[in-house]
């Protein structure tokens, strides 16, 4: 598959789970912090983490498929 797409995508599910980390031991919500609380740019950035998050799903497949 396309390696930068594969990059891009790791990149962004680990901030989301950097910031996941920050929700579960401290309650803090960097992502909310740095562009507000549900703002436009907020939902934005949960909305790719999610996308990636499904995507990284196809990396089972590559792992095992071998």
């Known amino acids: ?3 930068g797409l594969d990059c891009f995508a790791l990149t ?15 309650g803090f ?10 703002s436009l740019i907020s939902k934005v950035v949960y909305a790719l983490v999610g996308i990636c998050g499904l995507y990284l799903i196809s990396f089972y497949g590559r792992v095992f498929g071998n």
């Open 1 to 3: 598959m396309n390696k």
């Open 29 to 38: 919500d960097l992502v909310a912090w740095i562009f507000g609380n549900l």
């Open 12 to 26: 962004i599910v680990i901030i989301g789970a950097v910031n996941w980390g920050l929700i579960g031991f401290f």
